[in-house]
Nanobody, 127 residues
């Protein structure tokens, strides 16, 4: 049984930083590309970042590029998202997801291509 659990979400002031983690079990972690999505109230879930199975390639949407960094530790079966210079518009529930590959040409809309999902962690950025 595949289990994925995000952690690290919190309430933070604008300009602050957070580091999200996604721990996994029940899957061969390094068989999968891993992605981060977020969903704000009233909005669809959008992809924001993806990392290939070996960590060699990373992709970001324009909204987070230069501020967020995705990484993974295959020995720990864990995915990370370092978020810096946070803005109020980053407020959302953040989800990790596993997929066969990164859909870098349509990362924002790639939610239907994900195979496994975590339950989410809330990030709230105050102005």
């Amino acid at each position: 049984q595949v289990q994925m659990a995000e952690s690290g979400g919190d309430l933070v002031q604008a300009g602050g930083s957070l580091r999200l983690s996604c721990t996994t079990s029940g899957l061969t972690f390094d068989d999968y590309a891993m992605a981060w999505f977020r969903q704000a109230p009233g909005h669809v879930r959008e992809g924001i970042s993806c990392i290939t199975w070996n960590g060699r390639d990373t992709y970001y949407t324009d909204s987070v590029k230069g501020r967020f960094t995705i990484s993974r530790d295959n020995a720990k079966n864990t995915l990370y998202l370092q978020m810096n210079s946070l803005k109020p518009e980053d407020t959302a529930m953040y989800y990790c997801a596993a997929s066969s590959l990164c859909h870098e040409y349509d990362l924002v809309n790639s939610r239907h291509s994900m195979k496994y999902w975590g339950q989410g962690t809330q990030v709230t950025v105050s102005s």
